[in-house]
């Protein structure tokens, strides 16, 4: 199973191309949330790619696929669904919302209220919504790729630490290279139109049965007993470091066990490394911390703590 993983992981890869120059980091984080069965939270200034690495994603996976644009007025019910009144039968039909899609882009996730953060968490977490009382289960596969800009605040709703343990990874959107830029330069040249992803050779060439197969084939991914061992101590390492009010929950200590899975079938092995483990802890770390008041006005941040906590733990050979 863990060959089916890696070949529809590559073909997921090459699809991609199609589409984005460069961003590689930003791709795998994306790929390991997939894999992995989670969520993905990309962060990043404006024209990063961020929404185009979605969309074009949802074209590779051929994927029901639904954009909804956070805005400060929008509630629950306009993402979830609700139940309208229908005069003609005397009668309630439910009204889907735009979650009831394989995959979902929630752009700018911070604008919103915290109300309407909190329906998505659900969706999330238990792949199931509620409308009027009653519960419904959201299709597989089922994918989060919230999107929020860093350096704008004012009118903004930060993320509370609930709500960030449900995204399996962080990933930052960076600018390309000079080269990247240039080579997205002459895509552009030459007739490439980001609105039109199916003329950029973008196609579907993964199924909603393939991805699901690949998903489990991520889980029957081989750990080694010492392997675990440095998964666990790289999470009780974050709840005791100086600097950190809040460490990595077992929810993200299990986050990073899937995660390091989900690498190691992206790079084409049916086992995992510690340097799988390495790749991935920032990924899935970082965004999970809550570094204390007084260290982050001297500068720490929550990277800089993962990366002092790679370093201090013993790796195993």
């Known amino acids: 199973m863990s060959d089916a993983a890696t070949i529809t992981a590559q073909r997921v890869r090459d699809g991609l191309a199609h589409a984005v120059v460069g961003n590689d980091?930003?791709?795998?984080?994306?790929?390991?949330?997939?894999?992995?069965?989670?969520?993905?939270?990309?962060?990043?200034?404006?024209?990063?790619?961020?929404?185009?690495?979605?969309?074009?994603l949802a074209r590779v996976l051929?994927?029901?696929?639904?954009?909804?644009?956070?805005?400060?007025?929008?509630?629950?019910?306009?993402?979830?669904?609700?139940?309208?009144?229908?005069?003609?039968?005397?009668?309630?039909?439910?009204?889907?919302?735009?979650?009831?899609?394989?995959?979902?882009?929630?752009?700018?996730?911070?604008?919103?209220?915290?109300?309407?953060?909190?329906?998505?968490?659900?969706?999330?977490?238990?792949?199931q919504v509620t409308i009027d009382g009653e519960t419904y289960r959201l299709d597989e596969p089922f994918f989060v790729c919230a999107t929020q800009n860093p350096i704008e605040f004012e009118?903004?709703?930060?993320?509370?630490?609930?709500q960030l343990d449900r995204f399996l990874v962080r990933v930052r959107s960076?600018?390309?290279s000079a080269a990247q830029e240039r080579a997205l330069l002459d895509r552009v040249a030459a007739g490439f139109d980001a609105h039109d992803l199916a003329a950029a050779g973008v196609a579907a060439t993964v199924g909603a049965g393939e991805l699901i197969a690949a998903q489990a084939g991520v889980r029957a991914i081989h750990v080694e007993g010492s392997v675990r061992d440095y998964v666990l101590a790289l999470a009780h390492a974050t709840r005791s470091a100086p600097d950190v009010a809040l460490g990595?929950?077992?929810?993200?200590?299990?986050?990073?066990?899937?995660?390091?899975q989900a690498a190691a079938a992206i790079d084409g092995r049916d086992f995992v490394t510690p340097d799988d483990v390495k790749r991935v802890a920032p990924l899935v770390l970082a965004h999970r911390l809550l570094v204390r008041g007084d260290a982050e006005l001297d500068g720490v941040t929550a990277d800089a703590i993962v990366a002092r906590v790679?370093?201090?733990?013993?790796?195993p050979a």
């Open 25 to 56: 980091e930003a791709l795998f984080g994306v790929l390991v949330a997939l894999f992995a069965g989670g969520h993905v939270l990309l962060e990043g200034v404006p024209g990063t790619a961020k929404t185009l690495i979605v969309r074009a």
């Open 62 to 127: 051929g994927a029901s696929f639904r954009r909804i644009q956070f805005t400060p007025d929008l509630m629950p019910a306009d993402i979830v669904g609700t139940a309208i009144f229908d005069p003609r039968d005397a009668s309630f039909h439910v009204r889907r919302g735009p979650l009831f899609a394989n995959l979902v882009l929630a752009d700018e996730i911070n604008r919103t209220p915290p109300k309407t953060q909190s329906a998505l968490l659900e969706a999330m977490e238990e792949r």
């Open 155 to 162: 009118g903004t709703y930060p993320l509370p630490e609930a």
């Open 174 to 176: 960076a600018y390309p």
């Open 248 to 260: 990595a929950s077992p929810r993200a200590m299990l986050g990073l066990f899937r995660a390091a």
């Open 310 to 315: 790679l370093a201090a733990v013993a790796s």
